[in-house]
């Protein structure tokens, strides 16, 4: 299975920066044993993985060797791709510029590299369908695309809409490789004039295409501005505090005596 990482986007919400977008830094992780800063789009790669990825593909512009020089060729046991899209034109296009590498019977992940969601492992709840919707509940679905539900059939989305009808959003999405490429060619027949995934999505189920929406998200987060990004570092700090929390309760009497002393000792130096 492939992962499709469109990062071609000029990231003017959160500029100035001296670095792509989906390198900013944003919590942090342990390597070795050693504590380092997370870019970003680092959590997008581990979910995709999880997800069942074996494979990953970056989209990106010419301007953004910098992702390239910071992932190389390989990301945990996944490998890494990069495909070139010459000018920012919206996410279908960015999408099925993959299509240079992605197989005729792979399937397909994607999702935004400059958000944080959780649970981590969600993709895996998404089902062996044409087009399946990993959805997240958010207090502003006027901001994202939102995803009307009859069960678990998707019967609109409606793109960054004021009135929206639904509080669910699509955070990530699965295609099978025969879904793929019906969506792939469905947009090359409209000229292609479709900037976003929803507006290609809406014409895909009026043509008689299916789409499941599953939701499995809890929390999701669009890094892409200062006060996303804000949001973020907090959610990731009390992520952090509740599994300390959760690691305490489990542990044995003995494991919470160490612990107590290591703390007592470290107010003490």
């Given at each position: 299975?492939?992962g499709?990482?469109?990062a071609?986007?000029r990231g ?7 670095f792509?977008?989906?390198l900013?830094?944003?919590?942090s992780?342990?390597?070795n044993?050693?504590?380092r800063p997370c870019a970003?789009?680092?959590?997008l790669l581990?979910?995709?993985i ?10 990106i512009?010419?301007?953004?060797s910098d992702?390239?020089?910071y992932f190389?060729?390989?990301y945990?046991d996944?490998?890494l791709?990069?495909v ?17 590498v992605v ?5 397909v992940?994607v999702?935004?590299p ?6 981590n ?7 062996s ?9 958010v207090?502003h ?17 409606q793109?960054?809409?004021q009135?929206a ?5 699509w955070?990530?999405f ?12 469905l ?5 292609p ?10 014409f ?5 295409g299916?789409?499941i929406g ?15 990004y804000r ?5 990731l700090?009390?992520r952090?505090a509740?599994e300390q929390c959760a ?8 494991e ?14």
């Open positions: 299975m492939w499709i990482v469109p071609a986007g003017s919400r959160i500029q100035p920066l001296a792509s977008k989906e900013l830094p944003v919590g992780r342990s390597d044993g050693v504590d970003v789009s680092e959590y581990e979910r995709l999880l997800g069942g990825a074996t494979k990953i593909c970056f989209v512009s010419p301007g953004k992702i390239l020089e190389g060729d390989r945990q996944a490998e791709a990069y070139v899209q010459p000018r920012a034109a919206g996410l279908c296009d960015a999408v099925f510029r993959a299509a240079t197989g005729d019977t792979d399937d992940l999702g935004l400059d958000t944080v969601w959780f649970p492992d969600a993709l895996g709840a998404l089902p369908a044409e087009l399946s919707f990993l959805l997240f509940p207090e679905p006027e901001f994202f695309d939102a995803v009307v539900l009859d069960g678990s059939e998707v019967r609109e989305i793109v960054k809409q009135d009808r639904s509080n669910w959003i955070g990530a699965k295609m099978s490789a025969q879904g793929f490429r019906d969506l792939h060619r947009w090359k027949r409209r000229d004039r479709d900037e976003y995934f929803g507006t290609l999505v809406n895909y189920l009026a043509s008689g299916r789409g599953v939701k499995a998200g809890e929390s999701y987060v669009d890094v892409g501005t200062i006060n996303g949001t973020a570092i907090a959610l700090a009390a952090d509740g690691r305490l309760w489990a542990a044995s009497p003995t919470l005596q160490d612990a107590s002393a290591h703390e007592l000792a470290g107010g003490a130096s």
